[in-house]
């Protein structure tokens, strides 16, 4: 079975631009989370979005915002970007679940903002 | 409240040694304590996890030891080996929200031959 997949790999952007963010989960995992993980840092948590709805959000500003489809999949758009949004973004799936605990976490997406 | 903590920072250890990163917490209401590797350039993967009704866990060479009473919990790796290299991540989530994961900053390990 494929995990989680993530696009692009890579992504070089500049001050003010915005960029979003495409994640696939796994086959059958119906809830889908952002992290964003700094060098040199542990993840931390954006989004977690089940059945198409926002089921939490982390302490991030409003220029991040996130979708999930209906085939499960998801993206996540960050505006006006700064420098400090440099980071790895990892997405997470799960079944979601109450009590289904574990999550599995794709490559991520390095982006480098200049 | 949230927040996880995790030492050391790095760790360097020798082949066939026992590597062991400890973590704490505040909130009393996580119910959940998974610990994660990473490789570079990967995504975190789910290593080991416990619930505070056990206080030890075991898999393979890698063994949580957890202290509900001291907010304490630690990851044990014995006779580690030189692929055991990564970035340890310590983490906690809340029953009402697994999906909602706090990471801990993470230890960096290095296993020399």
């Known amino acids: 079975d494929a995990g989680v997949t993530q696009s692009p790999t890579h992504l070089i952007k500049t001050r003010g631009q915005h960029v979003t963010l495409r994640c696939s989960p796994i086959?059958?995992?119906?809830?889908v989370s952002w992290y964003q993980q700094v060098l040199g840092q542990g993840p931390q948590f954006i989004f977690q979005?089940?059945?198409?709805?926002?089921?939490g959000r982390g302490n991030f500003p409003d220029r991040f915002s996130a979708r999930q489809f209906p085939n499960y999949s998801s993206e996540l758009n960050v505006n006006a970007l700064l420098l400090g949004d440099s980071a790895l973004y990892l997405c997470?799936?799960?079944?979601?679940?109450?009590?289904?605990?574990?999550?599995?976490f794709g490559p991520g997406t390095r982006l480098t903002v200049l | 409240q949230q927040q996880v903590k995790q030492s050391p920072q790095s760790l360097i250890v020798q082949k066939g040694g026992i590597s062991i990163i400890n973590c704490a917490y505040e909130n009393t209401a996580f119910d959940y304590f998974p610990w994660y590797q990473q490789f570079p350039g990967k995504g975190p993967a789910l290593l080991i996890a416990i619930r505070p009704d056990v206080s030890e866990k075991k898999e393979g060479r890698f063994t949580i030891s957890f202290n509900k009473s001291a907010k304490q919990f630690s990851l044990h790796i014995m006779d580690s080996q030189p692929g055991d290299s990564a970035t340890y991540f310590c983490a906690a989530s809340l029953k009402t929200s697994y999906d909602k994961v706090i990471f801990g900053p993470g230890t960096s390990l290095s296993v020399i031959p």
């Open positions: 979005y089940y059945e198409k709805e926002e089921r």
């Open positions: 997470a799936s799960s079944l979601g679940r109450l009590g289904a605990d574990t999550q599995y």
């Open positions: 086959s059958g995992h119906k809830s």
